[in-house]
């Protein structure tokens, strides 16, 4: 039976690969091992997150995280040759852009085992993200193309990517994040931190907006701080805000003397189904996240993207995003449309239906064990 070693270094990751394992269980004709490269730390990665994840703890944890981007992807290299070299898996599934997704595509190549890519072919175009490099370097050695959306598949053709190995699929996260939702239908969320926040803003008269900020060209610099923390302010006059805000972007706020106003709700960091559970029933999501974008769309929750660009156009052509970029008054005057019921009307991208791992798995048996 071949075996499948399913890589994930951060939390967003093991979202893309928990309805992949869900898939290899129920085929059954493929092994399958998960391998945790320990790229980030997150203490809500416990027993719980994997039990609602619905998938077994990592089989593999190689806690070779932290350090600079190229100290990262060194660190992870080395382990998992070590791994690949005492133990060859048949294929190595590599998911989204992030520095793992980078080290153990290159590593895997250079030991002759084919690479599978799931989300490939997004480009935003901006070569100043890391996120970019790591995404084209990954698709230039695959093997093969599990793909999101239309703009994927022809940023494939154009870097001269075999058509026969690019398989428009649909998205995993998608799978995932509807997944989640069903069972948070079944589960009780009063012991969730912002249970008491939804619950005060929600009902006749009342909503709030979710904001989620990261990116390091949005929040690392005192100016575009600034301009971003000026718009929430002014959004939040007239629609509460809560923000869980990450330990990095709290300490620039207070060191860039930003105050967003009474009306902005800072909480910590949120585990996956208690954020599931507050966004999903937001007004609007004013986000620079790339997984969000999707999710949003998944849920036909309004979105505005607080960044110059995209690599998931899909989400603006068809879905529920909204590409503000960071001018102050655009994003006020995207929230505001939303306030006033002119919010774009959104639909799911085609596959974009909750099917997508099992399509990958069934593409990977038959490359795995051809008849």
Known sequence: MPTIYLVAGARPNFMKIAPIVRALQAHGGMAFKII???????REMNDVFFEELGIPQPDVFMAAGGGSHAQQTAKIMVAFEELCV??????????????????????????????AHVEAGLRSGD???PEEINRLV?????????????????????????QDAIHYVGHVMVD???????KLEHTDTSGFETSAYKAAHSGTGKAYGVVTLHRPSNVDDPAMMQRIGGALKDIAAELPLIFPVHPRTRANLAKFGIDLGPNVTLVGPQAYMAFLNLWKDAAM????SGGMQEETTALGVPCITIRENTERPVTVSEGTNVLAGTDPAVIVSEARKVLRGDAKAGRRPQLWDGHAAVRIVDILAAYLSPQ
């Open 36 to 42: 945790h490269t320990g790229q980030h730390y997150d």
């Open 86 to 115: 005492a133990q060859a898996p048949d294929a190595v599934l590599v998911v989204g852009d992030v520095n793992s997704t980078l080290a153990c595509s290159i590593v895997a190549k250079k030991l002759k085992i084919p690479v």
């Open 127 to 129: 070569r100043t993200m």
């Open 138 to 162: 990954t698709d230039s050695i695959s093997d093969w193309f599990f793909v999101t959306e239309p703009s994927g598949v022809e940023h494939l053709l154009r870097e001269g990517q075999p």
């Open 176 to 182: 995932n994040v509807l997944y989640q939702a069903q």
């Open 285 to 288: 999501v004013l986000t620079d």
